[in-house]
């Protein structure tokens, strides 16, 4: 389509995930933008020129936007995979080599980005080197197009530091992303501490980990009022805190992941290093928490924590298995099944997965408002199948969901106005 090329996308359940609400209607887009969205978005004796898609009573909304991205496969390749699995926004992790944390290296993610089929962003690293130190230059770097600051798998361990960079950050309206784990605490630990990690031999990383650094680091933006984000929570323990936090009005938020709420620590019953992460899975009672913590509002986004390796990488001893897992093309179905389990109304799902990230992150996606960009999304939330790995467009498949059943499924993924994914028939 040219730049002012009109498109309808009729007959859609559209899920609005600002107000909340899934109505019947239409959403008309005029070349790389929103013009209308509702029942009477569009008039069909005014469609000369104009592309007619019939989305048959699927879920249309806001394409995702992922913020929490590792760059493990080529950008080219990241990007399919993020447009097969719904993701129109990707946030890279600054964990590279080199590590991200100087303006030449963030503009070279920015130029390469422009060529993307889906948008791409880099966070950068708070402290050079990733090494817990010396803070970046984050005016610098927030200039050059960083969205946010963090460490990423290692936390900024040292509370001078911590402190340093939620001071500074103010002064740039930045935010602050924080991996929790006291890494005293969790040093060598491969999976949850508790009855499972000892009958399986493995050490563990106790809950205790996570919610001591989040404590601590909750007393530092009391005291310099900074906006702090905590990347991913894990445990019942740290949603409380949190939640607590949040009462006392702390511009403070958190995300999860679909294994922390589709998943528990006896996922790795016969050390299936797929299912080894960090930070770990945890207890049945924890993931329910999780899914307590999205019900309410408590955690503020998901992300995929996509996360490829091969399989030399992961086909290893558990405990020399590399943690992570690839998930861009997994959201869907993961959220889809707490939402058909009647636990989390979709529509807040869907904005843990849009409008929440964008907002958070100073984007302009994650809408439908007129005069947003035109990312968007088409799913079925009911089609069945099963999940299989060797179907992804990823390269890597250490996904801990494979041979999985799963409901709803991407059908279509448009980016500016274009689409960039189409299933079969679509």
């Known amino acids: 389509m040219n730049a002012q090329a009109r498109a309808a996308y009729i007959n859609a359940r559209i899920i609005d995930p600002v107000a909340g609400t899934e109505v019947l209607g239409s959403i008309l887009t005029v070349g790389d933008k929103i013009w209308a969205v509702g029942p009477d978005a569009f008039d069909k004796a005014d469609s000369d020129g104009t592309l007619i898609v019939d989305c048959q009573g699927k879920c249309l909304c806001p394409g995702f936007v992922d913020m929490h991205v590792f760059l493990g496969e080529s950008m080219d390749t990241t990007a399919q995979s993020a447009a097969a699995g719904g993701v129109t926004t990707i946030v890279i992790q600054p964990d590279m080599n080199p ?163 589709a998943l528990n620590e006896l996922a790795i019953e016969d050390y299936r290093t797929f299912a080894r992460l960090s930070p770990p899975l945890r207890t049945e009672a924890d993931r329910l928490a999780v899914i307590d913590g999205l019900a309410d509002g408590t955690i503020d986004v998901i992300v995929s ?83 299989h790995a060797e179907d992804f467009v990823s390269g890597a498949k250490n996904s801990p969901f494979d041979t999985r059943p799963a409901e709803g499924r991407v059908l279509k993924t448009i980016v500016a106005g274009q689409s960039v994914y189409a299933a079969d028939g679509w």
Not at 153 to 163: E, G, L, N, T
Not at 177 to 186: F, G, R, S, T
Not at 232 to 256: E, F, Y
Not at 313 to 318: I, M
């Open 305 to 387: 924590s996509h996360d490829p390796h091969s399989e030399d990488e992961k086909r290893l001893p558990f405990s020399f298995a590399a943690p992570g897992v690839v998930g861009l093309e997994t959201i869907l179905p993961m959220i889809m099944e707490v939402a058909n389990g009647g636990h989390v109304p979709l529509p807040r799902l869907i904005n843990a997965l849009t409008a929440a990230p964008a907002e958070l992150l100073g984007l302009p996606v994650g809408r439908l408002d007129k005069g947003a960009p035109a990312d968007l999304l088409i799913f079925d939330p009911n089609i069945a199948y099963r999940i």
């Open 99 to 261: 590590v991200l944390d100087q303006v030449s290296l963030v503009d070279y993610i920015e130029r390469q980005a422009r060529d993307a089929i889906v948008r791409v962003h880099p966070m950068a690293a708070a402290t050079k080197g990733m090494d817990g130190r010396e803070m970046t230059e984050i005016g610098l770097l927030q200039a050059a197009g960083a969205l946010a600051f963090t460490d990423s798998r290692k936390s900024v361990h040292k509370a001078q530091v911590m402190r340093r960079l939620l001071t500074y950050a103010t002064v740039h309206n930045a935010l602050i992303v924080q991996h929790a784990e006291e890494p005293d605490l969790a040093d060598g630990g491969v999976m949850n501490e508790g009855e499972t990690s000892t009958r399986l031999g493995l050490p563990g990383v106790p809950a205790e980990a996570e919610v001591m650094m989040i404590e601590r680091d909750l007393h530092l933006v009391a005291m310099t009022g900074a906006k702090y984000h905590v990347s991913i929570v894990t445990t019942a323990q740290s949603i409380d805190a949190v939640r607590r936090a949040k009462a006392k009005g702390l511009a403070v938020t958190c995300g999860t992941a679909p294994p922390y709420f």
